[in-house]
Every structure is written in structure tokens, then in C-alpha cells.
Nanobody, 115 residues
Framework: VQLVESGGGLVQPGGSLRLSCAASGFTFSSYAMSWYRQAPGKERELVATISRAGGSRNYADSVKGRFRISRDNAKNTVYLQMNILKTEDTAVYYC?????????WGQGTQVTVSS
């Protein structure tokens, strides 16, 4: 199993970024996918989860109305569209999959929101 994130970077407050996570090594369409983030000195927290077919999405209260998780099962890719970014969104963002028996994480992509 491999999860590879991309799309992070430096953005000003109020800006937008789109993260991507390319998955391989398992039947992508059979599993829910999630995004987590970890800010310096803080614990890793769940940001958003999407069901196998994409019909159900859940978000942390801190990102509701600003972030949107989506997936393309034909491309084995999950996305996180982040809008109206705030300085407190600064963190390393990780893609996550729970395949029976194991937890899998990507290497993370840094998102920095700063003026």
C-alpha cells in the first residue's frame, strides 16, 4: 500500500489550496479515505472522511463550510479542497486509509497559511 500526497505550499490567509492523495496497492474503491493534519506541538487530528463511493462525507467542526473532500475511484485519488484558509490551518496534512488489519499513512504535505 502506498499513499502519496501532493499540493501543499504557502498561501495567504483567505486563499485556497487543493491537496491530492494518489493511492496504490489496494482496492481503492472498497475503502473509506480520510485526511488528517498535525500542527507543530499538537496531536494529529481528523480533518475529513469520505465513504467508499463518495456519498457520505464528514468534517471536523473547525473546517466545515471551508473544506471539501472528494474522490475519483477511476484515478485512485482522494482530494481535499481547502478554501478560506486561516493561519490555524497551518499543519502537515496526511492521507489515511484503514485496510483490514493495518493503518496506512502518506508521507504528509506541508500547508502553511501566512501573510
Amino acid at each position: 500500500v502506498q499513499l502519496v500526497e501532493s499540493g501543499g505550499g504557502l498561501v495567504q490567509p483567505g486563499g485556497s489550496l487543493r491537496l491530492s492523495c494518489a493511492a496504490s496497492g489496494f482496492t481503492f474503491s472498497s475503502y473509506a479515505m480520510s485526511w488528517y493534519r498535525q500542527a507543530p506541538g499538537k496531536e494529529r487530528e481528523l480533518v475529513a472522511t469520505i465513504s467508499r463511493a463518495g456519498g457520505s462525507r464528514n468534517y471536523a467542526d473547525s473546517v466545515k463550510g471551508r473544506f471539501r473532500i472528494s474522490r475519483d475511484n477511476a484515478k485512485n485519488t482522494v482530494y481535499l479542497q481547502m478554501n478560506i484558509l486561516k493561519t490555524e490551518d497551518t499543519a502537515v496534512y496526511y492521507c489515511y486509509a484503514r485496510v483490514p488489519g493495518s493503518d496506512y499513512w502518506g508521507q504528509g504535505t506541508q500547508v502553511t497559511v501566512s501573510s
